[in-house]
C-alpha cells in the first residue's frame, strides 16, 4: 500500500466513525458545568435579595399603620382628657376632675344638719345622668348602696387610698375591675341622703381620716 493510500484511509475511517455515532462538529467556547451552577446561584440570591425585601416592605408598612393607629388614639385619648382637666401628654395622665360639666355646691369640712358629723367630701352639682369618670387609675372595691351615701363606688388607688363616688344614678363597673383615669364609673344621681343630683367625692388615704378632694386634685395639677 501506498504512503498515500495509508495517510487517507484512516482519515476517512474518523470521519465515518464521527458521522455514524452523530458526532457534531467541535464548536467553540463550550459553556462549563461550573458556570452554569454559578449562573443559578447567582438568580437564587438575587431571588432572596427580592423575597427579604419585599418582607421588609410589608414590616414597615404594618408598623406605619400601628403607629397611624396609635397616634388617632391618642389624639382621641387627649381630647377625652381635656374634657375632665388635664390637658398635658396623654402618657402621663395620673388624674382627671370626675365630671365634664358640673358646679361646686358643699365643700369638705362643713357641718349641719344634713350630715351626721362633718362634710367628709366634696359635693359637685350636674344632671342627672352625668357620666362620671375614675379620677384616678385603681381597683374597683366596692359596688353597693351604703345609707346615707346612696349607691357607691369605691375605687382603690396603687398606694392604697380609696376614692368614693356617692349618690350614683348606676354604675358602670363591678368590684374587682381595673379602671385608668377618666374611664366612665357610673353616673350622677340622687340615691341616699340627697337633696338633688350630684356627685359626692371622697377621698381618704390609707389608714386616715378623709382629706379635702380640692386639695388633692389640685396637688395632681388640676384646676377644680
Not at 108 to 123: R, S, V
Not at 151 to 156: E, N, P, Y
Request: aromatic fraction near 4%; proline fraction near 7%.
Amino acid at each position: 500500500m501506498s504512503s498515500l493510500l495509508r495517510r487517507v484511509v484512516p482519515a476517512i475511517t474518523v470521519a465515518a466513525l464521527a458521522t455514524g455515532l452523530g458526532v457534531a462538529a467541535p464548536r467553540a467556547a463550550a459553556v462549563a458545568p461550573e458556570a452554569v451552577v454559578r449562573e443559578s446561584g447567582r438568580q437564587a440570591d438575587v431571588l432572596e435579595l427580592a423575597l427579604q425585601l419585599r418582607e421588609r416592605q410589608q414590616s414597615l408598612m404594618a408598623l406605619n399603620r400601628q403607629a397611624d393607629l396609635r397616634e388617632r388614639a391618642l389624639v382621641g385619648r387627649k381630647a377625652v382628657l381635656a374634657k375632665y382637666g388635664y390637658t398635658g401628654d396623654p402618657d402621663e395622665a395620673r388624674a382627671v376632675l370626675p365630671l365634664a360639666s358640673y358646679r361646686i355646691s358643699a365643700g369638705f369640712g362643713l357641718t349641719g344638719p344634713l350630715w351626721e358629723a362633718e362634710h367628709g367630701g366634696q359635693d359637685f352639682s350636674a344632671s342627672t345622668g352625668e357620666t362620671i369618670v375614675a379620677v384616678s387609675a385603681g381597683e374597683v372595691t366596692e359596688v353597693a348602696y351604703a345609707g346615707p351615701y346612696g349607691l357607691r363606688t369605691i375605687v382603690t388607688l396603687p398606694d392604697g387610698t380609696e376614692i368614693w363616688y356617692c349618690h350614683q344614678t348606676d354604675a358602670s363597673v363591678h368590684t374587682g375591675q381595673q379602671v385608668d383615669v377618666a374611664d366612665p364609673v357610673g353616673t350622677v344621681g340622687s340615691t341616699g341622703n340627697s337633696t338633688g343630683p350630684h356627685l359626692h367625692l371622697e377621698v381618704r388615704p390609707p389608714g386616715g381620716n378623709p382629706v379635702d378632694p380640692m386639695d388633692w386634685l389640685r396637688a395632681t395639677g388640676l384646676t377644680p
